[in-house]
Each structure stands twice: as structure tokens, then as C-alpha cells.
């Protein structure tokens, strides 16, 4: 392939990536990695690679304008950042005694997985008689946020917070193991098992996942996956793509972004599902 279109594709791609990606919480790496392998025939390591780079942009060019609205919960997000950090050095080691076939099916059940539960809640925009949860109430994790479609603010408890904790971990080492800033188990586990508000959930989840990206950056760099002239037009594409999604996100209703993000998840779960059972050349 011509280098310039190379470079294009790559940009188009992972700048549609990077508005999903801020849109929903998932960094971007769920659209790179098919972008990349599957119509640029990369090899999934090195495409892993520039994921890693394309979520620490995501959350570079979308954090900012959540904190700035009100909408990321900070408290929550670092509190839960210790977990995810721990996971995603994991994740890192583990993925050099992983084949690729194998990346591609565990890719596909992780976002199989995000876009089932999602759907189960599609028709939900706020979470109702939500309990606070008692280490919430004493590290004082609750909070709310200017909801701009309804008009008013909202106020949230949270919920669950052991086990959002352990997800959280689980989510770092699919982040280290798959590169894709694991929104697509933070998003979830958030909106499932805390309880949050999904808009919540999103912001918070972009807040987090660039210092879990770049947990395992060095892993990846030091091995040698991080190629420049993959990485940096993903990169640059995946930027401009997150401040657009982050100035999206705040005009939609919940329920119009959990819809998105069930759609997203399903059609790129099969598309990794269907290359790791060889329906696809590599």
C-alpha cells in the first residue's frame, strides 16, 4: 500500500476512533485495533502498540473537557486508577506469551461481554434508589453533575465499591493484555455494579484510562510494539477525534449513548471473533 494512503486511512480511522472513544469511555482502541489489523493487515502487536498511544491521546484530548463540564468524578476515578494501574502492568508482561489468534477471541468475549450487559440497560437514563455504599460515604465518592440535555443537576450515590474495585483490576489487565484502554470493562463495571450515571461513567472512564495506558506504554515501547509511523498518525487522528466526541457527548441523552456504545461493541466483537476462528486471511 502507498505510504500516503496508509497514512490517510490510518488518520481517517483513528479519528472516528477517538470520537467514539470519548464519546463512550473506551479510548479508541476497540476501532484502531480492527482498523489496523483487519483492513491494514498490521500485525496485532504492533497495532496493540499503537492503541496503547492512541488511549493515552483519547484521554489527553477528552478528559479535560469532561472535568471542565463537571462530569468526570475525580475522587472516584484516582481511587479506583490504583486497581486498573496494577492490572494493566499485568496485562503488559502477560501479552508477549499470548498468539494473536488468541488476543483476537479474548478481544472479542471482553467486548461481547461490555455490549450484552449494556443492552440489558439500554432503555435506562438515570439509575434510580441507588444506595450508598459505606466505603463510598467514607472516602466520600458520591458527587453530581450539570446534566445539560435534562436541565438540572443530578445527584448520584455509588454503589458496589468492593466489587467495582476488582473489576477495575480485571479491567487494567485486559488494558495491558489488548490495548484498548479497557473503558470497555470500566464503562461497564461503572454503570453496572456502582451504579453510576452513564455519562459518568464515560467521563470518568476517559479520565482514567490514559494513566493506565501509559502503565504499560513502557512495556510495549521497551518491547519494541510501538512503531512511529503506525503510532503517530493514530495518535494525531485520535486526538482531534476526542475533542469532538467530548463536545458530543454532553448535547446526547444517556440513553442515546448507551445504545451507541451496544452497537459499537457487538459489531467489532464479531469482526475480532470471526479473525480469531481464521474466517478472515491474516
Same mark, same amino acid.
Given at each position: 500500500?502507498?505510504?500516503?494512503?496508509?497514512?490517510?486511512?490510518?488518520?481517517?480511522?483513528s479519528?472516528f476512533?477517538g470520537?467514539?472513544?470519548?464519546?463512550?469511555?473506551?479510548g479508541g482502541?476497540?476501532i484502531?485495533?480492527p482498523?489496523?489489523?483487519?483492513?491494514l493487515?498490521?500485525?496485532i502487536?504492533?497495532a496493540?502498540g499503537?492503541?496503547?498511544?492512541?488511549?493515552i491521546?483519547t484521554?489527553?484530548?477528552?478528559a479535560?473537557a469532561?472535568v471542565?463540564?463537571?462530569?468526570?468524578n475525580?475522587?472516584?476515578?484516582l481511587?479506583?486508577?490504583?486497581?486498573?494501574?496494577v492490572?494493566?502492568v499485568?496485562?503488559?508482561f502477560?501479552a508477549?506469551y499470548?498468539?494473536g489468534?488468541?488476543?483476537?477471541?479474548i478481544f472479542a468475549v471482553v467486548l461481547?461481554?461490555?455490549a450484552?450487559?449494556m443492552?440489558?440497560k439500554?432503555?435506562?437514563?438515570?439509575?434510580?434508589e441507588v444506595?450508598d455504599?459505606?466505603?463510598?460515604a467514607r472516602l466520600?465518592?458520591?458527587s453530581?453533575?450539570?446534566?445539560a440535555?435534562?436541565g438540572?443537576?443530578v445527584?448520584?450515590?455509588?454503589?458496589? $465499591?468492593?466489587?467495582?474495585l @476488582?473489576? *477495575?483490576y480485571? #479491567?487494567?489487565?485486559?488494558?495491558? %493484555?489488548l490495548?484498548?484502554?479497557?473503558?470497555a470493562l470500566?464503562v461497564?463495571a461503572m454503570d453496572l455494579?456502582m451504579?453510576?450515571?452513564?455519562?459518568?461513567?464515560?467521563?470518568?472512564?476517559n479520565?482514567?484510562?490514559?494513566?493506565?495506558?501509559?502503565?504499560?506504554a513502557?512495556v510495549?515501547?521497551a518491547?519494541?510494539?510501538i512503531v512511529?509511523l503506525?503510532?503517530?498518525?493514530?495518535? $494525531?487522528?485520535?486526538?482531534v @477525534?476526542? *475533542?469532538?466526541? #467530548?463536545?458530543?457527548?454532553?448535547r %446526547?441523552?444517556?440513553?442515546?449513548?448507551r445504545q451507541?456504545?451496544?452497537?459499537v461493541?457487538?459489531?467489532v466483537a464479531?469482526?475480532?471473533?470471526?479473525?480469531g476462528?481464521g474466517?478472515h486471511?491474516?
Open positions: 500500500m502507498d505510504l500516503l494512503v496508509f497514512v490517510l486511512v490510518t488518520f481517517g480511522g479519528l476512533a470520537t467514539l472513544g470519548a464519546l463512550l469511555g473506551l482502541g476497540i484502531v485495533i482498523v489496523l489489523t483487519l483492513l493487515g498490521i500485525d502487536h504492533y496493540i499503537a492503541s496503547i498511544v492512541s488511549v491521546a484521554s489527553s484530548g477528552a479535560a469532561f471542565r463540564d463537571g462530569l468526570t475525580r475522587r472516584l476515578g481511587f479506583l486508577e490504583m486497581a486498573t494501574t492490572g494493566a499485568t496485562g503488559a502477560v508477549v499470548i498468539g489468534q488468541t488476543l483476537y477471541v461481547g461481554y461490555s450484552l450487559a443492552f440489558r439500554r432503555h435506562a437514563e438515570l439509575p434510580v444506595a455504599h459505606p466505603w463510598s466520600n465518592l458520591s453530581s453533575y450539570p446534566d440535555v435534562q438540572k443537576v445527584s448520584y450515590n455509588v454503589a458496589g $465499591v468492593p466489587l467495582g @476488582g473489576l *477495575m480485571i #479491567a487494567g489487565v485486559v488494558s495491558g %493484555l490495548g484498548i484502554g479497557s473503558g470500566k461497564p455494579a451504579r453510576l450515571p452513564i455519562k459518568v461513567s464515560s467521563a470518568t472512564s479520565f482514567m484510562i490514559g494513566v493506565t495506558a501509559v502503565a504499560s513502557g510495549y515501547f518491547r519494541g510494539d512511529p503506525v503510532a503517530g498518525p493514530v495518535a $494525531v487522528g485520535v486526538l @477525534g476526542a *475533542m469532538l466526541g #467530548a463536545r458530543l457527548m454532553v %446526547l441523552r444517556s440513553t442515546a449513548i451507541v456504545f451496544v452497537v461493541l457487538a459489531v464479531l469482526q475480532m471473533a470471526a479473525k476462528i474466517l486471511s491474516a
